[in-house]
């Protein structure tokens, strides 16, 4: 069956001796390269490949590590109709569209950040129940003023790519969600800035006067496998099949969503999430996912300009 590795060397460029490296691989595996499409000349470039369907995994195991060895991003996909022909979007928002974790920046507010920091990056390494996770770090924010969610706006920045990516999509016509472990007032803000389709997060209890955090979320809690829920629920009301959806994220509650839809991407996640990942980046930019998609640099500055 034809699949297609996206060999991505943004930083260091694709020299000789990596590309001889990168082929020896192949011939070792046994893999038939059937054709190369540089997508980004000296940097991006599509292998389109020969590899029999039941040593997918292997093969993929195997990119993985030899990407690890050399500083690069290696993506394998089903050579198909499908990889640009997305009709979904969803993306985590702490530390995926924007750069912050958000919590963390609210616990600076109550001088609780070492502890809340703790907690949030072994809920992300997956070695503590998310819920749990969540009901310990909003405890520690109680008393908080309700105005710190004005006041995060000024300190936000989104992640190089953020804007345009998303404005690509929209461009396409891909619909568009951020699934978040966050809080709804900041999810539905960075939708209103990105022009995106659906926000789902937390919602924060205030007290009865509304002027503080009362340390308590109420309402369903949106975890790993609510963002896997909402994901089903949002492609099934767009009428995209699942293997016309896209999910990217960097955290271990992410990892559902990404088995759910036809196409998941770890971005600049923790090194056990990009283990099980179905695929993983780390470069700065979320504009590299086009690339990933199958569009070359002409191909989305033509978009950029549209």
Not at 94 to 104: A, F, G, H, Y
Not at 190 to 203: I, Q, R, W
Not at 223 to 240: F, H, R
Request: glycine share 8%; charged share 25%.
């Amino acid at each position: 069956m034809a699949y297609v590795a996206t060999v991505i060397a943004l930083n260091q460029g694709l020299t000789d001796a990596f590309t001889e490296k990168f082929e020896n691989l192949l011939r070792s595996e046994g893999i038939t390269t059937l054709r190369l499409e540089y997508l980004k000349p000296g940097a991006v470039v599509d292998y389109y490949l020969d590899v029999e369907s039941i040593r997918f995994n292997e093969i993929k195991n195997a990119f993985f590590e030899f990407s690890n060895a050399h500083g690069v991003d290696i993506v394998l996909q089903k050579a198909n109709d499908d990889r640009k022909n997305k009709g979904l979007f969803v993306f985590d928002m702490d530390s995926t569209l924007i750069q912050q974790e958000v919590i963390d920046m609210i616990a600076a507010y109550a001088n609780v950040e070492p502890e809340v920091s703790k907690i949030t990056e072994a809920a992300m390494n997956g070695e503590i129940d998310f819920n749990e996770s969540l009901k310990q770090r909003v405890a520690l924010l109680k008393g908080i003023p309700s105005t710190v969610f004005e006041d995060l706006k000024t300190k936000i920045t989104f992640t190089p790519g953020a804007r345009n990516l998303t404005r690509v999509l929209r461009s396409l016509g891909v619909k568009t969600a951020v699934l978040s472990g966050g809080f709804i007032p900041l999810a539905n803000w960075v939708k209103g800035e990105l022009g995106l389709d659906y926000a789902y997060a937390n919602n924060l209890e205030l007290t009865e006067d509304g002027t503080e955090l009362t340390g308590r979320t109420y309402g369903t809690v949106v975890n790993n496998v609510v963002k896997g829920e909402l994901l089903q629920e949002i492609a099934q009301k767009e009428g995209v099949p699942l293997s016309k959806v896209v999910a990217v994220g960097d955290g271990s509650n992410d990892l559902v969503m990404m088995g759910i839809a036809g196409f998941g991407v770890a971005f600049n996640a923790k090194p056990v999430v990009q283990k099980k990942a179905p695929s993983r980046i780390n470069t700065p930019s979320l504009e590299t996912i086009l690339y990933i998609l199958g569009y070359n640099e002409k191909d989305q500055e033509k978009l950029l300009s549209a």
